[in-house]
């Protein structure tokens, strides 16, 4: 599958690593939108929330688990998390992932 975070998932495309467990892996955007910005992905394909079912809920929870770890190992307090599903909410990646921003005071989302 032509998917940019299954590449990464792979090894194909290099990533800064924060966290990586069977399931879960986090690694820095290439392009961060707050002085912390981290995604948190499945490492197995979902295209986003819409992909969320009973059966795939598992690691999803799994991924709101391991967030805190990742937060308090990134030295965050107050964070937002974050997932755009649908190119009108700005998504870019069909693979399902959460932004973790925090760093800065961010405000009201717009
Ligand atoms: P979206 O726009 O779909 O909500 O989020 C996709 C995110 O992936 C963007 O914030 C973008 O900067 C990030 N991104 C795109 N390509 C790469 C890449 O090759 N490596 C990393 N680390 N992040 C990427
Ligand atoms: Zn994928």
Redesign the pocket.
């Known amino acids: 599958m032509d998917c940019?975070?299954c590449k990464?998932v792979a090894g194909e495309?290099p990533?800064?690593t924060v966290y990586e467990d069977d399931q879960v892996l986090a690694?820095?955007?290439?392009?961060?939108?707050a002085p912390v910005?981290v995604?948190v992905i499945p490492k197995c394909h979902l295209s986003g929330v819409r992909d969320i079912t009973p059966d795939t809920a598992t690691v999803v929870g799994h991924i709101f688990e391991v967030i805190p770890q990742i937060t308090e190992k990134l030295g965050l307090t107050d964070y937002r998390v974050?997932?755009?599903n649908g190119v009108e909410?700005?998504?870019?990646?069909?693979h399902l992932?959460f932004?973790i921003l925090g760093g800065r005071i961010l405000g009201e989302m717009g």
């Open positions: 940019l975070f990464i495309i990533n800064k690694f820095y955007d290439i392009a961060p939108k910005h995604l974050v997932s755009n909410a700005g998504q870019t990646v069909g992932h932004h």
